[in-house]
């Protein structure tokens, strides 16, 4: 399932590899860091962010994963710029250490970049699709509905000679739902009436690099679209 997020991700290392890797040091008020540029913003992250924010506004968003490329570089200390046309937005680490992508129009039509205090050889970029519906917002068919957009939404921004091993990645595509113990349970409901339990028994990582213990959901369920999800209490949900 981590295939068709390996194919962003390859996209993404395609674009770094043509960003150039001299540091610019902006003058400003409130950062005085040395800036390297990492990635372009317009060619790659903009239209993807876009296109996830319409076709799947509210129920993911697209988010950038940087981890070090080697043994001892640190991460704990990174700052991450959205930068062009002489603004300099910082761009917060989220849960996992994940930073979502905004979506700036003025910054892409400035030709922007991404920006970081660390030289970019010292990184790996992926992309991922994080979820964001609110835990008690899950039902059935919300999890048929998000996977046929994802496939719909990502599908034209995929390269033409990817397409057929995007689609075959996103046919596969699930929504997991995850804990951090193996004897948490799932609950399908209707109304009072429990219709499954399902254990998250299927060991995986999540984007923290984290153990952690899932139940997958593909859509293909029997279940009525209207039956709620009933998450654990310390639930993680990933697109996997």
């Known amino acids: 399932m981590r295939l068709f997020l390996s194919l962003l991700a390859a996209c993404t290392l395609c674009a770094q590899a043509a960003a150039p890797d001299s540091p610019d040091t902006l003058q400003t008020v409130e950062v005085k860091a040395t800036h390297h540029r990492l990635v372009p913003y317009k060619e790659l992250f903009y239209p993807m962010a876009k296109a996830v924010q319409q076709g799947l506004g509210g129920r993911a968003a697209l988010a950038v994963q940087l981890r070090a490329a080697r043994a001892g570089v640190r991460t704990d200390d990174l700052s991450v710029w959205l930068e062009g046309g002489g603004v300099s937005l910082p761009v917060r680490a989220g849960e996992h250490g994940l930073y979502v992508v905004p979506v700036e129009d003025r910054i892409a039509q400035q030709d922007g970049s991404f920006s970081i205090n660390k030289h970019p050889r010292d990184l790996r970029a992926n992309l991922v699709l994080i979820p ?14 998000l996977l046929r957009d994802v496939h719909a939404t990502m599908e034209p921004l995929v390269p033409w000679h990817h397409r057929l091993l995007a689609w075959a990645f ?13 004897l948490a349970q799932v609950e399908v409901r209707d109304g009072s009436q429990v219709l499954a ?22 859509g293909n369920e029997n279940f009525d679209p209207r039956a709620r999800l009933i998450l654990p209490e310390d639930a993680q949900v990933l697109l996997i």
């Open 197 to 218: 339990r399902f254990p998250t028994s299927e060991p995986a990582r999540n984007h923290a690099n984290a153990p952690v213990y899932c139940h997958r959901f593909t």
């Open 170 to 182: 996103t046919r596969r595509l699930g929504v997991s739902v995850c804990s951090g113990s193996p």
């Open 132 to 145: 964001t519906l609110p835990p008690d917002a899950w039902t059935i068919g919300e999890v048929r509905r």
